[in-house]
């Protein structure tokens, strides 16, 4: 018999920020809940403590960059551009088009949580 024996643990989008605000979060799961109802593929690309950093993809969409694209999400930054450069650019252009569609959070400008923080703003 061939099989394969996977320990399942903790994981997380790599590198996806939730929202801080509520009205975005319960956004953001809805759009998760409505892109997992499907076959997913992940790809383990980190660790992040004891969670596996993963990307998910369903049906040829990456969920992180759908989120990203929708303006639902922000991403983190990595100082390893080398090994998740590709990853990064695709987030970052995903991201960019949500601010200049000024989709959702991004509505009323590219205001972004380190913005917030940068300008003394906190909740």
């Known amino acids: ?5 996977a320990e399942y643990g903790e994981c997380q989008l790599a590198f996806i920020v939730p929202p801080e605000d509520e009205d975005w979060k319960e956004d953001s799961l809805r759009e998760v809940q409505m892109l997992t109802q499907t076959k997913l593929v ?3 690309v980190g660790k992040s403590g004891t969670a596996d950093l993963v990307s998910l993809s369903s ?3 990456d969920i992180a960059t759908h989120l990203l694209s929708n303006g639902l999400v922000e ?8 090994k998740f450069g590709p990853l990064m650019s695709s987030y ?4 960019t088009e ?10 009323y400008g590219d ?12 909740k």
């Open 92 to 95: 970052e252009a995903a991201m």
């Open 111 to 122: 205001f972004t949580q380190d913005d917030a923080k940068e300008f003394g703003y906190s």
């Open 1 to 5: 018999s061939s099989g394969i024996n």
């Open 42 to 44: 992940m790809t383990v």
């Open 59 to 61: 049906n040829g969409t």
């Open 75 to 82: 991403f983190e930054k990595q100082r390893n551009r080398n």
């Open 98 to 107: 949500a601010k200049k569609n000024r989709r959702n959070r991004f509505q």
